[in-house]
């Protein structure tokens, strides 16, 4: 019998790991607050991502004018600490409360109308979610009904959140018609890194490039005849695929777009021979036209040799990136990978 790739990530824990598990249970910490503790990090990140990809794919850059200015704060304060910086250090979601999460749901309600509950549900659903988190954050003892909520809460938002997932992954390619700088530069190939690379990308190194874009669940769909840029919840994605099952360094290749981080919405990888970067079409179109050049360079640079090894392996490698990077495993991030066509997949595992 097959193991399950959980379990396996559960036996190969270090022992430093399982020592302070085992510590913290024998002195008084119930496992009913490690497992509730568990839950609570899926709901939060997942709503500060949800936030994150459908805010920006509605404003573009100024999607950061959405937040409170106390998280910026609270972000600007940590850079002291940079010697013990985490790779959430770039999110300022991160820095941003539990409560203000929902309050920028309801808030901007037309966005989440089909991903997350009912409003009226959502909203006494979130008393209870946050007496919840307030008993973590103080390290109280749970009810013990707390999980069951907990669980029932991701299992209640699973069918919206494969649908903000797979629309995300339900990509189309660009319409060569279309009239903007994105479409000109790499659909018709008249950027002057489009001449300089896309046949070169196929002939040297076997890779092949694309232009595609997709659009979120809540847009009210446009007339796309002349171009997706400046329309609220349309993204490009700029797709490479290496043939021959060459190994790809994504930690090169995020490390070599130092200065171009800024215009990227995602970075998702479904296996170690692919990449896709995405925008917003709210982003001045010729920046994102070069920035696609930028990171087509990056690309090629990253390329390794060989055969790529264990899937696992290379998810574990980029733990540690930055948190726009989305990497797909059995365990890693559905934003890499989930599609229409996985309805029965369970996003939370609840």
Not at 91 to 105: G, K, M
Not at 312 to 331: A, C, F, L
């Amino acid at each position: 019998m097959t193991e399950n790739p959980f379990d396996q990530d559960w036996q190969a824990l270090p022992d430093s790991i399982w020592k302070a598990i085992k510590a913290g249970w024998a002195n008084g910490m119930p496992p009913l607050a490690s497992a509730l503790y568990g839950r609570w990090w899926q709901l939060e990140s997942w709503l500060r991502t949800l936030l994150y990809v459908e805010l920006r794919a509605k404003i573009g850059s100024d999607w950061v004018k959405a937040l409170p200015t106390a998280s910026e704060k609270r972000q600007r304060g940590e850079k002291e600490f940079r010697y013990m910086a985490t790779p959430d250090a770039q999110n300022l979601l991160a820095y941003t409360d539990a409560s203000v999460l929902f309050d920028l749901t309801s808030a901007h309600w037309e966005l989440f109308e089909d991903t997350l509950l009912s409003k009226n549900v959502w909203v006494g659903r979130v008393e209870e979610l946050l007496a919840i988190r307030n008993r973590i954050g103080h390290c109280r003892r749970p009810h013990t009904d707390d999980l069951i909520r907990l669980e029932q809460t991701l299992r209640d938002l699973n069918g919206g959140a494969f649908t903000a997932i797979s629309t995300f992954n339900n990509q189309w390619p660009a319409h060569k018609d279309w009239v903007d700088a994105v479409t000109d530069g790499w659909a018709r190939e008249q950027h002057r890194d489009a001449s300089r690379l896309v046949k070169h990308a196929e002939r040297g190194y076997d890779t092949v490039f694309e232009l595609r874009y997709s659009r979120r669940p809540w847009v009210k769909l446009a007339n796309e005849q002349n171009t997706i840029s400046g329309i609220p919840g349309y993204i490009w994605h700029a797709f490479w695929y290496f043939r021959g099952g060459r190994p790809f360094r994504l930690d090169r290749f995020w490390r070599n777009l130092e200065y171009y981080h800024d215009p990227i919405l995602l970075v998702c990888a479904d296996d170690p021979s692919s990449i896709s970067v995405s925008f917003s079409a709210m982003e001045n179109p010729k920046i994102v036209a070069d920035v696609i050049g930028k990171c087509f360079d990056a690309a090629l640079y990253s390329l390794g040799q060989g055969i790529a090894g264990n899937v696992g392996t290379w998810r574990e490698r980029y733990n540690d990136i930055d948190p726009r990077v989305h990497v797909w495993s059995p365990w890693g991030s559905p934003w890499a990978l989930v599609d229409e066509s996985m309805h029965d997949i369970s996003i939370f595992d609840a």
